[in-house]
Each structure stands twice: as structure tokens, then as C-alpha cells.
């Protein structure tokens, strides 16, 4: 059984990576870096489970889900990422993600994890998923404003809506902070907002922040 783990982060790929091979000894891993390495490499292992980070350089890790969907549409694929703002989530799932969970999980939930997508079964974080089944349709996730958002522009929305700086917004979606610029001036002009407030205010408005639970 193979599964494929797809990180931009050398140290924190290679140590799941790690973990994967001592939990799961009968599984082979192998790693990628990035969405286009991600896509070569399971067209030609079909691994059965793909881990992977949402927030990948270059094309997204829920674009790479859907060009995998297109391309082999029975590999499965589990998110493993820093963010857990509910649209995020919820766009990966429909997005046709088998799992989600962030990566302040423990080891025995991540492990859980893969052995429930692995056996075809949703696994989506306790915590999350609790979450979920609170805002059902009230997350922001279908908010007219929000729908001509991409995955990367959503990202970077509820970044800056929770106070990160731009140079580790950059850092963090291995962009420039000019690209980050130029996509705050892009968010700003198409959910018509002229500050940071106001795109502070909408975020909570629209459920993509929770006040009082958000963390950098």
C-alpha cells in the first residue's frame, strides 16, 4: 500500500514521513513538494491515499485535488493543513477530499486518520467536525461575497483578517509579499471593502473567522 505525502516544508514532510513509516509499517511512503510534483507522482504509483497541505506554492492543494479528481478519480485524498476556518474546510470536502484535519493534531488522530480514508471512509477532525455540524450553511462557505473568491484569495482573506503580516503571510504560502499585496488590493476590490477593518468585519460577518476561537 502506498500513500504519497505532498508538503512544501522539507522538515515537516520528512518528519510525518517519519511517523507514517514507523506507525505504519506496511504502508511505503514517498513525498513531493509541491502540486506538480504531486500530480507526476501519483500518475505514475496510483498511490492509494494522498496526503497533502492546502496551502501548496505554485498551483494550490485544492487545485491539485481537482486535476487528481479529472485524472485518477479513485485516489483518495486527506488535507493536512495549519488552517481551519470552516469554508476552507468545507470547500476541500466538496472539493471531493475523503479527510481533513490540522496540523496541531496528535500523531494517534493523524494516524486515525489514514486508516479511515485508507479503508474509504470520511475522517474529518473532531473538532472541525463539531464545527461543521454547528454552522451547517451559515459558515460563509456560499456567501454571494465570497463566491467569485479562489482557494488562494480565500487563504490569504482569512490570514490577513486574522492579523498576520503580510511578510508571513508570504513566508508561510511561499509567495512574495508583493504577490501578497497585489492580492490584498484584488480581495479589497472585488468583496468592495477600502480597509482592513472593513475586511476584518467581513470576515466575521461571514463566518470565515470565529471570534473569540481564531489562531494565527
Do not use: W
Amino acid at each position: 500500500m502506498k500513500i504519497l505525502l505532498v508538503d512544501d516544508h522539507a522538515v515537516v514532510r520528512q518528519g510525518y514521513a517519519s511517523l507514517l513509516r514507523a506507525m505504519l509499517p506496511e504502508v511505503e511512503v514517498s513525498e513531493a513538494c509541491d502540486g506538480e510534483q504531486a500530480l507526476a507522482q501519483v500518475q505514475a504509483q496510483i498511490p492509494s491515499l494522498v496526503i497533502m497541505d492546502l496551502g501548496l506554492p505554485g498551483i494550490s492543494g485544492l487545485e491539485t485535488l481537482r486535476r487528481l479528481r479529472q485524472r485518477l478519480p479513485q485516489v483518495r485524498v486527506l488535507f493536512f493543513s495549519m488552517h481551519d476556518e470552516l469554508p476552507l474546510v468545507r470547500q476541500a470536502l466538496e472539493a471531493g477530499a475523503l479527510g481533513y484535519l490540522t496540523k496541531t493534531s496528535s500523531p494517534q488522530v493523524l494516524i486515525e486518520a489514514v486508516k479511515r480514508t485508507l479503508a474509504g471512509h470520511v475522517y474529518i477532525e473532531q473538532e472541525l467536525a463539531t464545527h461543521l455540524a454547528c454552522n451547517r450553511g451559515q459558515d460563509g462557505s456560499h456567501d454571494p461575497r465570497l463566491q467569485g473568491l479562489t482557494q488562494r484569495e480565500l487563504e490569504i482573506f482569512v490570514m490577513l483578517a486574522k492579523g498576520i503580516p503580510n511578510r508571513r503571510i508570504a513566508e508561510q504560502l511561499c509567495i512574495s509579499s508583493k504577490t501578497v499585496s497585489n492580492n490584498l488590493t484584488l480581495l479589497k476590490s472585488k468583496l468592495q471593502v477600502d480597509s482592513h477593518a472593513e475586511l476584518v468585519h467581513l470576515a466575521i460577518d461571514t463566518g470565515v473567522i470565529r471570534v473569540g476561537l481564531e489562531s494565527a
